[in-house]
């Protein structure tokens, strides 16, 4: 298991070791142990979210205290272009965003810190995104922020997303209750 880290602090992508033969493929897509030098955190629940088409752009999400959420991401089917704004006051990487390449083939899968907005936009049909977490979904403190909040101005390579109503009215960052501190390690 390979771990890259981002220019964003606490984030990182992990690319599993993937053994193969004319049968298929076997790899680790998690692992406690392996992970322990990077974080602590206890994942709780699995999600997985299905979009039909290319240009599907789901975003900027997090959850608020007290239940936000730590998540690891992966494309298992199809191609995503993920991104993550950080958005915890103090940090050195406070407002920057990164993003990244997942798909079914490269395998890769990017760790998201708490305090950190998170959206994809689907590069291909039929995609199939997983993802764990580590707190449950809590309709009360899930939030939205415009995914083209030019305080963030984040380059998603497209024109005319397919949004959903929750994204299309979504305030900006500056409008949205979003509101994390950064802990240093």
Known sequence: MKIEKTELQDA?????????????????????????????????????????????LRGLHCQTNPHCQTKLIRCTRGEILDVIVDIRKGSPTYKKWTKVVLTAENKKQLYIPKGFLHGFVTLTDDVEVQYKVDDYYSKECDRSVKFNDPEFAVEWGIEDPILSDKDKNAPLYSNSDCDFEYEEK
């Open 12 to 56: 990182f992508i992990i690319t599993p070791d993937v053994f193969g033969d004319s049968r298929g493929w076997f790899m680790e897509t998690y692992s406690k142990i392996k992970l322990e030098n990077e974080t602590t955190v206890e994942f709780v629940q699995d999600n997985q979210s299905y979009s039909s088409q290319k240009g599907i």
